[in-house]
């Protein structure tokens, strides 16, 4: 039986609080970046997310350019946005492969904790919150 290699993350999901400065609404965002930096163009990373009662899923459908196809550096860009979240959800990302990641995270007005995540992973999860792209 072949063993599986070793491999790195391909994306990066940052799970955090934000307040929105012209709405002052607050929302979790969830950004997921590519581990890989682009060099010619800025790419979006489409992705699909629902909620059903405790499980949040992310499925990547694939990237885009930007409209303005400017030249840029930097990763492939995803945002979800989910208002009224507190308690502990369930998160499944999933790629084109349908391969899939599982994660539990427990979220309150204050905190975001990831409490289970797989042992070698496509997409790591951090609750650290990162500059936001403009919209």
Avoid: C, W
């Amino acid at each position: 039986m072949a063993r599986k290699r070793h491999r790195d993350p391909e994306y990066a999901l940052h799970v955090f609080h934000h307040v929105d400065e012209q709405t002052q609404k607050s929302s979790v965002v969830f950004l997921l970046r590519t581990t890989k930096e682009f060099t010619n163009f800025n790419y979006q990373i489409l992705l699909d997310a629902s909620l059903d009662d405790r499980a949040i899923q992310l499925k990547i459908l694939g990237l885009r350019t930007t409209p303005l196809i400017m030249p840029g550096v930097g990763p492939a860009q995803g945002r979800k946005d989910f208002n009224n979240l507190e308690g502990v959800y369930d998160l499944s990302v999933t790629k084109l492969d349908e391969e899939r990641n599982q994660f539990r995270l427990h979220i309150s007005r204050t905190r975001i904790k990831i409490e289970e995540s797989p042992p070698k992973p496509f997409v790591i999860v951090s609750n650290k919150p990162v500059e936001l792209p403009g919209r």
